[in-house]
C-alpha cells in the first residue's frame, strides 16, 4: 500500500464527512452565492477549525473568487484546499536527526497519547535502523512507567526509569547520560500529562528541558506537542502555553482514526505558525505517519493522487 | 485574543453603538444574536446546537423583555444564561442505586477521556457516602491499564478486581460480579477500554458486558476539551449502550467545556460529576449555573450583576464590575463596596463569584470579622481622598496620622495596604490568566488574606 492510501484508510472518516459536505454543497448549483458561502463555513466550523478562523479562511475565499473572476461553485473546494495549505506549509517538516544523540521531548496535557506516540515514534526510528533510548518520565501517574517498560518491550529498545513519585528531571538526567554512554542516536523523553494552566506543573516541564541541556548542551533537540484530534478550541492555547514554557517544535495529531477532524491545527498555525508533524491515525505501534500538508489536504478534500 | 473576551462585554459594546437610536429593533437583536453565536462556538458547542439554542434564545429576546430594556446587553446575557440553565437540567448527581446490591456502574468513553482516574474518584465519592465499592479492571488492551487501576485502589484502600489481560472484558466483569457478591460489597464499578465510537467490535464488547452484569448506571466519560465531535461520540455511545449520565473531566484547566452543552443537547442525559483534578478527591457534583457561566466565559460575574443590581443602582453596579475586572479598584471603591456588602451578602460569595475565584480553596474558609472590618473602615476614612485613590502615596509620615487618626497602629494600616496590594494584584492574575494566557504566577495560591478573612 502507498503512503496515500495508508493516510487515507486512517482518515478515511474525517474524509469522508468533509469531502461529502463540500461536495453536496457545490453540486446542483449554478451560482456562487451567499448562502455557499454560509454552509462552506459551517463545514469548518464543524471540522473545529473554529469560527474566526473559519470566517478568515472564506473572507479569503471570497477574495480570491473576485480577483480570480471565478463562477463555478465547484471550483471552490480547489480554492479552499488550497488555502489550507497555504496556512499548513507547503512541505512536511522533518524531525532532524543530526545530533548524536538527538533528544526528542514529548509534552502534552492529560490522555493526549504522548506514551503511545513516543511507543510509535520508537518503532519508526528502529526500523529506520536507528537505536532508541526511552526515558520514563512521567513518574507521576499511576502505572505511566509500566506503560512506558510493556511499549519498550513490544518495540524492542531500552527503558531509563526511576520510581513513581521520583523527580522527573532526575530521570531526565540520567537517560540523557545514558544515552551518551550507551551511543544512542535518539533518546525520547515521556513526561507526564498535565493542564497548560497549571504553573507549577509548567514549571516542571521548564525544568526537565533545562536539566536536560544540562546534561546534553544543546538538547532538548525537539519537543513535540501532542494533541488529541478530538480537542476543540482549547488546544491553541495548549499550543501557545506549552510553547512559552518549553518552546515547542512540532506537534502531533492523534486520534485522527475517529471521526473528529482535526481543524483546530488550521487555528494554532494562524496563530502559532508550528508545524505538524506527525499523525496518529490508531493505537497499533504503526500507526503514526508524517503529516504531509498537501496530501494532507487533498485527503480531506477527496482527491485521489498516486501514492509514493 | 479575543476569544475570552466575555460575551457580557461584547453585548454591552453591541448595544452601546445602538443606544443613541433609543429602542432596540430586531436587526439590533439578530447582530447580538451573532456575538452570541461565536461566544458559544468559541466555547466548542456543536454548531447544531447552537443553532437551536441561538433560535431560541432570539424568539425570548425580540419578546417584549429585551426590547423595553434599558440594558439590553445584560438582558440578553441574562436570558443566554438561563436558557443554558435550563438546558444543562438540574443538578443530579444521584446514582440509581439497586435495591438489590451490589448497584453495577460502568464507566464508557474515548480514549484517554478519564475513565481509570474516574473510577477511583467515584469510588471514594461513594465510598464517603457509606457504600462499600469494588472496582473492576476490564481495560485489558491498553499497557498497564490494569496496573493503573490496582495501584489507585491500592493507594485509596479500595479493593480492585481483575483477572490479567489475557481474558475477555465480558468474562472478567462477570467475573468481577460474582466477587462483589462473595465479598459482600454493595457497589460495583467497572472500568472499560477507551474505544472510538466508530468501532463496532468493541462496541459490541461493551453491549455484552451491558447484558451480561446489567449495569444500573453507565456514565460516558467526556474530556471538557473536546470540539464538535462530542456530539457524534456522545450520540453513538448513547445509542449503542443507552447512556444514564456523564462525567465531564479535566475541568481544572481552561477549557470553556462547551461539549457539556452539546452532550446534554443530544443525549438528554444529565451531567452527573465533574472531575476537577488529577486527585482522587477531585469530583464534584456537576452545577448547571456555573457551567454556564464558564462556557459564556464569565465566571459567575452574572450572578454578581444580578446582587449589585439588588442593592446598588446599576450605573454603580457597571462601574464595579469594569474595576473588579481591571483590578483598578482603589480604597475608595473598597469603601463602598464594604458599606454595600451589608446588602449584598458576604463578601466571600461575592469574592467566590468572580472569574477564576471561585475554584480558589483559600476562599473556602474565609470568614467575616466585624471587628476587623470596622477598623479598616476606620482607616480607610482617615485617609485623604487622594490617598484613596492612590494608595502607594501612603509613606511613613502618613501612616503614622492615619493610625492616630482612626485609632488603629501603624502596624495595622500596613497591614492593610499590603493585603489590599496583594489583592488586587491577585485579582490582576485572575483577569490576566482568563485574558488568555499570562504564564509563571501561580503563587497567589494560600496567600490570599485580607485582614477581616480568618
Ligand atoms: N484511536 C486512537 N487512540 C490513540 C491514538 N493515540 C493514542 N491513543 C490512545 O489514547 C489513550 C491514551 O494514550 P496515552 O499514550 O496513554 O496518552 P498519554 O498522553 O501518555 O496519557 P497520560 O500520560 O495519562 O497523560 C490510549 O488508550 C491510547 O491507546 C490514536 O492515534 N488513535
Ligand atoms: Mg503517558
Known sequence: ?308 | MAMFESLAEKLQSTFKKLRGKGKVSEADVAEAMREVRMALLAADVNLKVVKNFVAKVKERAIGQEVLDSLTPGQQVVKVVHEELVALMGGTSSKINMSQKPPTVIMLVGLQGAGKTTSVSKLALYLRKQGRKPLMAACDVYRPAAVKQLQVLGNQLDIPVFSMGTGVNPVDIARGAMENAIATGRDTLLLDTAGRLHINEELMGELKNIKSTVKPHEILLVVDAMTGQDAVNVAETFHEQLGLDGVILTKLDGDARGGAALSVKAVTGCPIKFVGLGEKAEALEPFHPDRMASRILGMGDVLTLIEKAQASMDTQMARDMEQKLRKAEFNFEDFLVQMQQMKKMGPIDQILGMLPGMGNMKALKDVQVDDKEMKHIEAIILSMTQEERQNPQLIKDSRKRRIARGSGTSVQQVNNLLKTFDQSRKLMKQFSDMRGGGKKGKNKAKGMFKMPFFK
Open chain 1, 1 to 308: 500500500m502507498g503512503f496515500f492510501d495508508r493516510l487515507k484508510e486512517g482518515l478515511s472518516r474525517t474524509r469522508q464527512n468533509l469531502v461529502q459536505k463540500v461536495e453536496e454543497l457545490v453540486t446542483g448549483r449554478q451560482h456562487i452565492d451567499e448562502e455557499l458561502y454560509e454552509e462552506l463555513e459551517e463545514v469548518l466550523i464543524s471540522a473545529d477549525v473554529g469560527a474566526e478562523m473559519a470566517l478568515e479562511m472564506v473572507e479569503r475565499l471570497r477574495k480570491k473568487v473576485k480577483e480570480q473572476k471565478i463562477s463555478d461553485p465547484s471550483e471552490l473546494k480547489n480554492l479552499l484546499q488550497q488555502e489550507i495549505v497555504a496556512l499548513l506549509g507547503q512541505e512536511a517538516v522533518p524531525v532532524k536527526i543530526e545530533q548524536k544523540p538527538t533528544v526528542v521531548l514529548v509534552v502534552g496535557v492529560n490522555g493526549v497519547g504522548k506514551t503511545t506516540t513516543i511507543a510509535k515514534l520508537a518503532h519508526r526510528w528502529k526500523s529506520e535502523g536507528r537505536k532508541v533510548l526511552l526515558a520514563a518520565g512521567d513518574t507521576f501517574r499511576a502505572a505511566a512507567i509500566d506503560q512506558l517498560e510493556i511499549w519498550g518491550q513490544r518495540v524492542g529498545v531500552d527503558v531509563i526509569r526511576h520510581q513513581e513519585g521520583s523527580d522527573p528531571g532526575a530521570v531526565a538526567y540520567d537517560a540523557a547520560q545514558a544515552a551518551i554512554s550507551r551511543g544512542v542516536d535518539i533518546l525520547i523523553v515521556d513526561t507526564a500529562g498535565r493542564l497548560h494552566n497549571k504553573n507549577h506543573l509548567m514549571s516542571e516541564l521548564s525544568k526537565v528541558g533545562r536539566v536536560l541541556d544540562r546534561a546534553l548542551p544543546g538538547a532538548p533537540h525537539e519537543i513535540l506537542l501532542v494533541l488529541d484530534a478530538t480537542t476543540g478550541q482549547n488546544a491553541v492555547t495548549q499550543a501557545r502555553l506549552f510553547g512559552e514554557a518549553v518552546g515547542v517544535s512540532g506537534l502531533v495529531l492523534t486520534k485522527l482514526d475517529g471521526t473528529a477532524k482535526g481543524g483546530v491545527i488550521l487555528a494554532i498555525q494562524g496563530e502559532l505558525s508550528v508545524p505538524v508533524k506527525f499523525i496518529g491515525i490508531g493505537e497499533a505501534m504503526d500507526d503514526l505517519r508524517v503529516f504531509e500538508p498537501q496530501q494532507f489536504a487533498k485527503a480531506l478534500f477527496g482527491q485521489e493522487e498516486t501514492g509514493e
